[in-house]
């Protein structure tokens, strides 16, 4: 990107659980949203310039990292510069996310007991857990769609119920060991 372009650039990605938006700051990744996600480009401070995909090489290496893991690869994380904005205690748990294997779930309690290690605190509410791993900027690499309830409820997805189901899926999980809520607002 040149000096007179904007701070943000953005790019759309067709994948099979519909448009993707993708953001880079020119050196790493700081958003990936599915459509209609909430939160949409809520960490992101300032507006998204909308370029072509191979005008940005962060923007190419996340369109490539996407193409292989929608056709049944694992790429690495590590391939990609990840930079999603946000607070120290969101880092971290964002951070724990990315150590959530391929193909496996964790719970929001098993989260909050690993930040609480990691941040020097006795306990972390889990609820702090869930708002934190709700606005996770970069869905999909960052995996978030990997978190369920201790009771294996699949509890809120940002991007959707049904989209999670669908990327839990498309990475051989179980799911019909999950349940899904009947009311509250994780539906």
């Known amino acids: 990107m040149s000096n007179t ?3 943000y650039a953005s790019a759309q990605v067709e994948s099979p659980i519909g448009n993707l938006t993708i953001c880079s700051n020119g050196t790493a990744l700081c958003g990936l949203w599915m459509e209609g996600q909430k939160y949409f480009g809520g960490t992101i401070p300032e ?3 909308p370029v072509a995909t191979k005008d940005d090489p ?3 290496a996340t369109a490539e990292w996407l193409k292989a893991y929608f056709e049944g690869g ?3 994380l590590d391939n990609l510069p990840l930079a999603p904005i946000g607070s120290d205690f969101r880092q971290t ?6 150590e959530i294997p391929y193909g496996e779930v964790t719970t929001y309690g098993q989260i ?4 609480a290690k990691r941040l020097g605190k006795e306990k972390m509410a889990s609820l702090a857990i869930g708002g934190a791993v709700g606005h ?4 999909i690499i960052i995996p978030c769609h990997r978190v369920v309830g201790t009771n294996r409820s699949l509890t809120g997805y940002a991007g959707g119920l049904d989209k999670k189901l669908w990327l839990l899926n498309h990475e ?4 019909s060991i999950l349940t899904r809520p009947t009311k509250g607002t994780a539906l």
Request: cysteine-free.
């Open 58 to 60: 962060v923007l190419t």
């Open 5 to 7: 372009a904007a701070k």
């Open 136 to 139: 996770n900027p970069i869905s």
């Open 112 to 115: 909050a007991y690993e930040a």
């Open 74 to 76: 694992k790429p690495d």
């Open 47 to 49: 507006e998204m310039a």
């Open 172 to 175: 051989g999980v179980d799911t």
């Open 93 to 98: 748990v964002w951070g724990i996310l990315k």
